[in-house]
C-alpha cells in the first residue's frame, strides 16, 4: 500500500454538551495540526498515488470552512459535540467526498482510504481512518 500525506492546521473555539467534558463545557479555544493521508494500492502511470499540490490545495479549502471559527455557531455542527475525533470523521467525510467526484484529479479515484489525524498537542491526538467508499 502506498500512502501520502498532506499537513496544515487550523485553529478553531468550541464548546462541548455534558458533564463528562467538565470545563471544556465552557466556550475554549483549540489549535490542530491535520494530517491527510491517503492511500492507493498502486500508483498511476507517472508513479504518483496523487498530485501533492492538488491535495494540499484541496485540503485548505476544506480547512478554511473551519478554520477562525466557532464551531458551535456552524449548521453543520448543530447538535453536534465536535470533538477531536468527530472532527476527523468530517473532514475525512470531505476528503473521501473529493476522491470520488474528481475534485483531487484523476489519482484521486485510485486512492482507496484515507486517515486524518488531527494532533491537539505534542501529547494528544486523534484519527479517523475508513476507505473511500461510496457517497
Same mark, same amino acid.
Given at each position: 500500500?502506498?500512502?501520502?500525506?498532506?499537513?496544515?492546521?487550523?485553529?478553531?473555539?468550541?464548546?462541548?454538551?455534558?458533564?463528562e467534558?467538565?470545563?471544556?463545557?465552557r466556550? &475554549?479555544?483549540?489549535?490542530?495540526?491535520?494530517?491527510?493521508?491517503?492511500?492507493?494500492?498502486?500508483?498511476?502511470?507517472?508513479?504518483?498515488?496523487?498530485?501533492?499540490?492538488?491535495?494540499?490545495?484541496?485540503?485548505?479549502?476544506?480547512?478554511?470552512?473551519?478554520?477562525y471559527?466557532?464551531?458551535?455557531?456552524?449548521?453543520?455542527?448543530?447538535?453536534?459535540?465536535?470533538?477531536?475525533?468527530?472532527?476527523?470523521? &468530517?473532514? &475525512?467525510?470531505?476528503?473521501?467526498?473529493a476522491?470520488?467526484?474528481?475534485?483531487?484529479?484523476a489519482?484521486?479515484?485510485?486512492?482507496?482510504?484515507?486517515?486524518?489525524?488531527l494532533?491537539?498537542s505534542?501529547?494528544?491526538?486523534?484519527?479517523?481512518?475508513?476507505?473511500?467508499?461510496?457517497?
Amino acid at each position: 500500500m502506498f500512502s501520502l500525506t498532506v499537513v496544515d492546521h487550523i485553529m478553531i473555539a468550541h464548546s462541548f454538551r455534558g458533564a463528562e467534558f467538565g470545563p471544556a463545557q465552557r466556550l &475554549h479555544g483549540a489549535t490542530f495540526v491535520v494530517e491527510a493521508e491517503f492511500r492507493a494500492p498502486k500508483l498511476d502511470d507517472l508513479h504518483l498515488l496523487i498530485d501533492i499540490g492538488l491535495a494540499k490545495e484541496v485540503l485548505r479549502r476544506i480547512l478554511s470552512g473551519l478554520d477562525y471559527r466557532n464551531l458551535d455557531e456552524e449548521p453543520v455542527f448543530a447538535g453536534k459535540n465536535t470533538t477531536t475525533e468527530y472532527l476527523c470523521l &468530517h473532514i &475525512h467525510g470531505l476528503l473521501a467526498a473529493a476522491c470520488r467526484d474528481g475534485t483531487l484529479g484523476a489519482g484521486g479515484r485510485g486512492v482507496s482510504a484515507i486517515k486524518v489525524l488531527l494532533r491537539e498537542s505534542h501529547i494528544a491526538w486523534a484519527a479517523f481512518e475508513g476507505p473511500v467508499g461510496q457517497a
